[in-house]
Each structure stands twice: as structure tokens, then as C-alpha cells.
């Protein structure tokens, strides 16, 4: 696996952001799948990034590790399984170009959901966004995004803050959510060829640069109040949706 001086400053980057997205500000971590998709193909990309955002995962845990609510993890993983299956079979047939496109209308499309949600609520007089089939379809949603682009950041963070989510408790269960999710993942990824000795290799340099994207995330997280946390972290989902779908 050889790369040029500029694409190994945008993997460090990548691999910054990585850490940064875990420890703190989770749809940061879209730039990272736009990132990479600029570096390898998009499909492959998928691959390489996964063991890096588990070692991230690992340090999230530890770091989080009180501040997780099990009940919203439960209820969620059957679905989240559905989802991971069902992008397993895409990965097969879907072009890289196709994946890109896919996961950025996902991503927009739930982001403006849910910064219209009270709007739409009140039109309809229902509360879909707390209703037991909206949380199943983000739970398949999440898994499909997650297996075909690790890019379920945002729909994680929809899920957690109609749940009425504050920033500790979005952390910690969002990170132990994505350490499962992941490494359930390890075994279909390397069925596709996406994990390789090489492509492990690669991971293993980058792992000095995730955990000083880990400290910073950790760091900025306690400075930042509830209501912006929330509105960068959507930001940061829309910006990296329009940027996969126009990549």
C-alpha cells in the first residue's frame, strides 16, 4: 500500500478526525469516509477505516465508560443486524461511485428530518419521531450505513437526541454502540476482502494520530453547551452528506 506525501497527511488527518469524532463530536467523522474516499476507492476505503475507528471505539469506551443507557442500545441492536445484512449484500453488486451517492442521500435526507421534525409533527398531529417503527427503521438504517460507508454517525445522533440524549450520556452510549456494531462487522468486511494484512498494517501507523484526535475531542467536549453541541453536530452530518453526494 503506497501512498504520496499528500495522501499521507490526509490519512493522519483522517486518522485525527477519527479520534476526535469518538471522544467528542461524532458526525465529524463523515469527513473522515470523504476523506479516505479521496485516498482509496470507496468500497476499499470501508475496509481500511474500520480498525481505526475500533481502536478509537476502545478509547471512547474507556474514557465514557459510566455514561452509557443499555435500554436505548438494546432496543436497537436487533434492527441495527437487519441493516448490517442487508448492506453486506449491496457491498457485493454496488459500484463506488453508486456507494457515495447512496450513503450522502441517507445522510442528508435524516439530517433534514430531524431539524424539521417539529414542523412536520405538528402538520400530521403524530409524534412519528418517537414512535417504535421510526426507531426500527433508523436502527436498519444505522446498520446498513454503517456496513456499506461507516457513515451512521448521524443517524446515531438523531436517534440519541429524540431520545432526549445530553452530551455525556450521547458519548458514552454512542461509543459503546459502534464498538459492538464494529466489531460485528470485522467478519463480513474481511468475507469481502476489505481487511488485509496490508490494509492492517497501514492501520496500526495511524493509531498515534487517533488518540491525539481522542485527547481533543475530550478535551473541547466539557466547553461546548448542550444546544451547539447539537446544532455541530448536525452541521457537521449535512456538510458530509452534500460532500458524498458530490464527490
Known sequence: MELDSIQIVI?????VLIGFAKAGFPSAGIFVIVLMASIF???????IVLPMLI??????????RKTVIWKYLISLIPWVL?????????????????????????????TILHLSKNKLEQKLNIHFMRSASFY??????????????NAA???????????????QDFIGTNAWFFLSVNLIKVPFSVGLGLITPQSLGFNAWM???IIVGAFLGIR?????????????????AALGGLRLIFL
Not at 55 to 64: E, F, K, N
Not at 220 to 236: D, E, V
Open 11 to 15: 490519512a493522519i488527518i483522517a486518522a
Open 41 to 47: 476507492p470507496t468500497k476499499e476505503s470501508t475496509g
Open 55 to 64: 481502536a478509537a471505539d476502545i478509547i471512547a469506551v474507556i474514557y465514557y
Open 82 to 110: 437487519i441493516g448490517i445484512v442487508l448492506g453486506f449484500f449491496v457491498l457485493l453488486y454496488i459500484q463506488n461511485d453508486e456507494l457515495s451517492l447512496l450513503i450522502g442521500i441517507l445522510i442528508l435526507s435524516l
Open 136 to 149: 426500527a427503521l433508523l436502527g436498519i438504517l444505522a446498520g446498513f450505513t454503517t456496513m456499506v460507508g
Open 153 to 167: 454517525g448521524a443517524i446515531m445522533a438523531i436517534y440519541l437526541f429524540s431520545k432526549g440524549s445530553q452530551k
Open 207 to 209: 493509531i498515534p494520530a
Open 220 to 236: 473541547l467536549l466539557p466547553l461546548i453547551p448542550q444546544k451547539y453541541f447539537q446544532l455541530i453536530i448536525l452541521m457537521f
